[in-house]
């Protein structure tokens, strides 16, 4: 676990972090003892960070990037690993996902702060068919499907107008928010996208700065589905 205590130098101009967080963790890794598929590892650190009761342990950062190289990175939600990558889902209209379309390539960040642990992946993009959506859509609560219908996702809005959007998807679709079961369609601006990952890194915070890194390179010409694997050790 790490320690709490942060010094700090505060004046009216300028805020200076002094110390940092020691990392007390005894675990280690390194590449003999990792599985040889990150895929597979990530599954075993995920479900024990769900097990150590780390919190929203499917939260993640997402990298973006213009094409002309600007980044963007903001918090989502991880909802599904298989045998490709990682997928999310987002309005098809927001700027995530515009920079996506114009710059295939995309960074995930996980951090699980009270195991000190971090998964960093890398990766190319690509959407997830209609039916995969359409099926995790449906999965959604009533008000979260209105959302993604009322949501013109990263566009400017003035006040009051999210909400009499969602009031006519009510009429329209004949639910309401708090209701369990309705009928509200997949809309056509909204969907999953899949990350494809090339480098995927596994971090374990350690005493010093002296943190263990295990990073995977995905080898060249091997196949999505079934991709194979450099393993070493980074330098903290």
Do not use: C
Not at 42 to 56: D, L, P, S, T
Not at 107 to 116: V, Y
């Amino acid at each position: 676990m790490a320690s709490e205590s942060v010094l700090v130098d505060e004046t009216p101009d300028k805020l200076k972090v002094k110390g940092h967080v020691q990392y007390e963790t005894p675990d280690t890794i390194s590449p003999t003892s990792v599985h040889h598929s990150p895929l597979e590892q990530f599954h075993i650190w995920f479900n024990e960070a769900r097990k150590a009761g780390v919190h929203e342990p499917e939260s993640m950062s997402l990298s973006t990037a213009t094409p002309t190289g600007i980044p963007s990175s903001r918090m989502v939600l991880f909802r599904q690993l298989d045998t490709r990558g990682f997928v999310f889902y987002t309005n098809y209209t927001s700027r995530k996902s515009q920079e996506l379309l114009a710059n295939p390539h995309a960074s995930l960040l996980f951090f699980w702060r009270e195991q000190t642990r971090q998964v960093r992946v890398l990766g190319r993009v690509e959407k997830v068919s209609k039916e995969e959506s359409e099926e995790y859509f449906k999965s959604r609560p009533i008000g979260s499907q209105l959302g993604a219908w009322a949501s013109r996702q990263s566009s400017m809005i003035h006040e009051g107008e999210l909400h009499a959007r969602v009031e006519k998807l009510q009429q329209r679709f004949g639910v309401r928010e708090g209701d369990s079961a309705g009928e509200v369609p997949l809309p056509e601006f909204w969907g999953g996208w899949r990350v494809v990952p090339r480098e995927v890194e596994f971090w374990l915070g350690k005493p010093s700065r002296l943190h263990d890194r295990v990073r995977y390179l995905r080898k060249e010409g091997s196949p999505d589905d079934q991709p194979e694997w450099t393993i070493e050790r980074l330098s903290p």
